[in-house]
């Protein structure tokens, strides 16, 4: 079974501070990595994607991936209260199906 | 960037009734679409690949009579809802990968609230 593992939370950090959201998963063949932040009530969007290992910066956003521990991470710099929502990983497996990790749900406290 | 459109974004249908959720590509082309359900506070699953002009794909557990899928075109995407029921109520929503092909990212419609009484 091809799985996609995070922790649920919730996560609660400070308005300004460094969010650090984690994600595992087991099919060794991955090749695309994707982080979608989800607001209450609303759909997933899509705000980083990794395919090469080390870091992808894009604003306050930083993707990690490490293929060899199988360990892809999203860092928030600058949290804001705006940043509270729920942020799925997602993995595209060997076979291409993407499979989506339950998300982690972020605090950020004024 | 990729834009999916989906209609309605609320619906309240009464238990039996079925209800036709659409979903577009606007600037892109799609020969494939997802169809996840969402139920509160869960993550989400996928219910059916839509393949333009084939037969979709459904996941183990969902029925394809209760949940009819058609893919017209390039560009839409239908799920039906027959006989629906308060078990149903759901948020659910379509996604398209964009460009298309292996590895793309999906790009998700705003969803639809199917509230079923």
């Known amino acids: 079974q091809k799985e996609v593992e995070q922790n649920s939370g919730p996560l609660s950090v400070p308005e300004g501070a460094i969010a650090s959201l984690n994600c595992t998963y087991s099919?060794?063949?991955?090749?695309?990595f994707f982080w979608y932040r989800q607001y209450s009530g609303k759909s997933p969007e899509l705000i980083m994607f990794?395919?090469?290992?080390g870091d992808k910066e894009d604003g306050r956003f930083t993707a990690q991936l490490n293929k060899a521990s199988q360990y892809v991470s999203l860092l928030i710099r600058d949290s804001q209260p705006s940043d509270s929502a729920t942020y799925l990983c997602a993995v595209n497996d060997r076979d291409n199906d993407m499979r989506f990790g339950a998300g982690t749900r972020l605090t950020v406290k004024p | 960037g990729a834009v999916v459109s989906q209609h309605p974004s609320r619906v309240i249908c009464k238990s039996g009734t079925s209800v036709k959720i659409e979903c577009r590509s606007l600037d892109f082309q799609a020969t494939t679409m997802f169809w996840y359900r969402q139920f509160p506070k869960q993550s989400l699953m996928l219910m059916a690949t839509s393949n333009e002009g084939s037969k979709a794909t459904y996941e183990q557990g969902v029925e394809k009579d209760k949940f009819l899928i058609n893919h017209a075109s390039l560009t839409l995407s239908t799920l039906t809802v027959t006989s629906a029921h308060p078990e149903d109520s759901s948020f659910y929503i379509c996604?398209?990968?964009?460009?298309?092909?292996?590895?793309?990212?999906?790009?998700f419609g705003n969803g639809t609230r199917l509230t079923v009484t």
């Open positions: 990794i395919y090469s290992n």
């Open positions: 099919d060794r063949g991955s090749q695309s």
């Open positions: 996604s398209a990968r964009d460009p298309p092909g292996e590895g793309s990212p999906l790009h």
